[in-house]
């Protein structure tokens, strides 16, 4: 999350990297970055709790902090003054990504999918 913090907040405009103009990578990037984080998340809580914590309650909790902390990335990037300026379609983008993580995690966990949330000790 400290990456993806830089990332947003940091304008690499005056910087000598090469720019590249591919429509949609902006939006594709906050996609990406907010569907591992919630992944992320919800692994971490899988372990560290040792599956104790029911599946529901731990999707819910890493939505509700992504899409927190993605609101709060974009206001800040809004009242920064310099070259990043935060948008509703990047908003929008961040809450996509969350809701296809949270989507992954429900699938991987669920009865068909390759996973089980309990560990058994």
């Known amino acids: 999350?400290?990456?993806v913090t830089m990332l947003s907040l940091i304008s690499f405009s005056t910087s000598d990297i090469p720019k590249v103009e591919i429509p949609g990578l902006d939006k594709l990037a906050h996609f990406m970055f907010y569907?591992?984080?919630t992944i992320l998340g919800c692994f971490y809580a899988r372990e560290r709790t040792k599956g104790m914590k029911s599946l529901k309650l731990v999707t819910i909790v890493f939505a509700l902090v992504t899409i927190i902390y993605g609101t709060i990335i974009e206001v800040l990037q809004h009242m920064?003054?310099?070259e990043r300026d935060g948008n509703v379609f990047d908003g929008m983008a961040n809450i996509s990504g969350t809701?296809?993580?949270v989507c992954c995690v429900l699938w991987l966990f669920s009865e068909k999918g390759p996973l089980?949330?309990?560990i058994k000790s």
């Open 35 to 37: 569907s591992v984080a």
């Open 116 to 118: 089980q949330w309990k």
């Open 99 to 101: 809701l296809v993580g």
């Open 80 to 82: 920064m003054k310099g």
């Open 1 to 3: 999350m400290a990456l």
